[in-house]
Antibody, heavy 126, light 110 residues
Framework: QVQLQQSGPGLVKPSQTLSLTCAIS??????????WSWIRQSPWRGLEWLGRTYYRSRWYNDYATSVKSRIMISADTSKNHLSLQMNSVTPEDTAVYYC????????????????WGQGTLVTVSS | QSALTQPASVSGSPGQSITISCTGT?????????VSWYQQHPGKAPKVMIYEGNKRPSGVSNRFSGSKSGNTASLTISGLQAEDEADYYC??????????FGGGTKLTVL
């Protein structure tokens, strides 16, 4: 059973970089069938898929157009961790951020999002 | 990648059936059989209820069912129970490795 444990600061200043990590247990971040996504939720934007990473002989990344220029998702295989970095944050980036297993667009495998991490409320404020 | 359109709220009495719609475009819902539905209770993370349009994960009640017609997907909950009161979100693959969610629907069990 996959479990995701998130960590990272809950307060980030405007224009700075948001950094979160997600410790994975029960599966490998470099699994050749899984994908790992970051999703955020705010009252004004609802649920918003931010991006994904997955390993198929090499690493692949895809990002939402809305954040593509500011975001990086990476994996640390030695720690079995997933990371999210988003730079130049503004108050509009205030949200609960989730790391999630899923996001592969293939029938029969991981084309859904489950399980979810516990969520991290990140507030962007000076 | 515009958000999928869901009604803001729906309601029903215990035992009744309700349907939540999720309208996208020919670039997302209409093009792929990769719509999933999520239930979220206050303060909790979303939980998948339906995937690939009409499939239920193990452990999800058969009172939950999904369907699709053209650019619109639907979630039907039959035999409404008090515990079904929650927010519901649809999600679809949108091509190019990206995914899009609906704005969410608040279900009230009267």
């Amino acid at each position: 059973q996959v479990q995701l444990q998130q960590s990272g600061p809950g307060l980030v200043k405007p224009s700075q970089t948001l950094s979160l990590t997600c410790a994975i247990s029960g599966d490998s971040v470099s699994s050749d069938s899984a994908a790992w996504s970051w999703i955020r939720q705010s009252p004004w934007r609802g649920l918003e898929w931010l991006g994904r990473t997955y390993y198929r002989s090499r690493w692949y990344n895809d990002y939402a157009t809305s954040v593509k220029s500011r975001i990086m998702i990476s994996a640390d295989t030695s720690k079995n961790h997933l990371s999210l970095q988003m730079n130049s944050v503004t108050p509009e980036d205030t949200a609960v951020y989730y790391c999630v297993l899923g996001g592969i667009a293939v029938a029969g495998t991981y084309n859904w999002f489950d399980p979810w991490g516990q969520g991290t409320l990140v507030t962007v404020s000076s | 990648q515009s958000a999928l359109t869901q009604p803001a709220s729906v309601s029903g009495s215990p035992g009744q059936s309700i349907t939540i719609s999720c309208t996208g475009t020919s670039s997302d819902v209409g093009s792929y059989n990769l719509v999933s539905w999520y239930q979220q209770h206050p303060g909790k993370a979303p939980k998948v209820m339906i995937y690939e349009g009409n499939k239920r994960p193990s452990g999800v009640s058969n009172r939950f069912s999904g369907s699709k017609s053209g650019n619109t997907a639907s979630l039907t909950i039959s035999g409404l129970q008090a515990e079904d009161e929650a927010d519901y979100y649809c999600c679809s693959y949108a091509g190019g490795g990206t995914w899009v969610f609906g704005g969410g629907t608040k279900l009230t069990v009267l």
